[in-house]
């Protein structure tokens, strides 16, 4: 069973910058892609980006694309979401999920594990 903690939201003023994490707990973490999702009040759930075991491909919602970097760090079963020049209409509840696939998609159906979500709030 795989448990993943998000981390690191809050409150930032637009064109701001924040850094959420999520840690995987488990083995074998190298070997599955990772994602954020973002959900918004009477929204549905959002992708927002995706790194595929290596973390060598990395793909983007076209509303972060340009702003947002995905990385992660297998040493530390950790993702990263590095979000820059920040909108209010970037404020949500962001998900980090895993993907038993080393491909990621970017359907919410498409991953396996879902973390309990940080709060991100971007104020104008």
Known sequence: QVQLAESGG????AGGSLR???????RSFSRYSMGWFRQAPGKEREFVAAVI???ESTYYGDSVKGRF???RDNA??????????????DTAVYYCALSRSGYPTQEVGGFDYWGQGTQVTVSS
Do not use: R
């Open 10 to 13: 809050g409150l930032v003023q």
């Open 20 to 26: 959420v994490s999520c840690v995987a707990s488990g």
């Open 53 to 55: 075991w290596s973390g």
């Open 69 to 71: 970097t995905i990385s």
């Open 76 to 89: 530390k079963n950790t993702v990263y979401l590095q979000m820059n020049s920040l909108k209010p209409e």
